[in-house]
T-cell receptor, first 112, second 116 residues
Framework: SQQGEEDPQALSIQEGENATMNCSYK?????LQWYRQNSGRGLVHLIL?????REKHSGRLRVTLDTSKKSSSLLITASRAADTASYFC????????????FGAGTTVTVRA | NAGVMQNPRHLVRRRGQEARLRCSPM?????VYWYRQLPEEGLKFMVY????????ESGMPKERFSAEFPKEGPSILRIQQVVRGDSAAYFC??????????????FGEGSWLTVV
């Protein structure tokens, strides 16, 4: 079964606006990661947040993690057309930390 | 340092044929993972291999699918007697060591299999 589930399924915003997407998961995790996938391409690793961290920044990306709610959010600030992609969260399954569980993703479209 | 290399990028097979997907991990990486992505879905774990060993194949269908990572050469994901439902993107990933040591997993560009 899917561990991570993203919300919303799709998001359309104007260039310059912020994009926020959420991820919920079911069981305890070691780490949560966010990936980007452009259409027809592989996954690009964006950011990893450990279970003992609450917030992490990388450039225009901000990730939060709330282990009590088993949820994470990814915020992309000042979006650009090049941010158009699908975004996935992935969690590892406790002792089997090599086995990442992905949600179905959030498809983000940034309109110029 | 080249990334994870997968080939072919696109493969078309008729039902009943065999598909072989190859993956060369990043230099220095001895851990390889295969994931499958069905249309409009996230990636699903298939198998985890280290050199000459299958560590976890719990995500592999019981029949027709096999994977290997020989001492020399790339990792191979083999699908025998393909069916339409095998049409998907197959992603390989690699890491230098076990993930709980803080290593990051790196994905290749994927192999898109279409079964006609």
């Amino acid at each position: 079964s899917q561990q991570g589930e993203e919300d919303p399924q799709a998001l359309s915003i104007q260039e310059g606006e912020n994009a926020t997407m959420n991820c919920s998961y079911k069981t305890s995790i070691n780490n949560l990661q966010w990936y980007r996938q452009n259409s027809g391409r592989g996954l690009v690793h964006l950011i990893l947040i450990r279970s003992n961290e609450r917030e992490k920044h990388s450039g225009r990306l901000r990730v939060t993690l709330d282990t009590s709610k088993k949820s994470s959010s990814l915020l992309i600030t000042a979006s650009r057309a090049a941010d158009t992609a699908s975004y996935f969260c992935a969690t590892d399954e406790g002792s089997n930390d090599y086995k990442l569980s992905f949600g179905a993703g959030t498809t983000v479209t940034v309109r110029a | 340092n080249a990334g994870v290399m997968q080939n072919p990028r696109h493969l078309v097979r008729r039902r009943g044929q065999e598909a072989r997907l190859r993956c060369s991990p990043m230099k220095g990486h001895s851990h390889v993972y295969w994931y499958r992505q069905l249309p409009e879905e996230g990636l699903k774990f298939m198998v985890y291999l280290q050199k000459e060993n299958i560590i976890d194949e719990s995500g592999m269908p019981k029949e027709r699918f096999s994977a290997e990572f020989p001492k020399e050469g790339p990792s191979i994901l083999r699908i025998q007697q393909v069916v339409r439902g095998d049409s998907a993107a197959y992603f390989c990933a690699s890491s230098p060591g076990v993930l709980h040591s803080g290593n990051t997993i790196y994905f290749g560009e994927g192999s898109w299999l279409t079964v006609v």
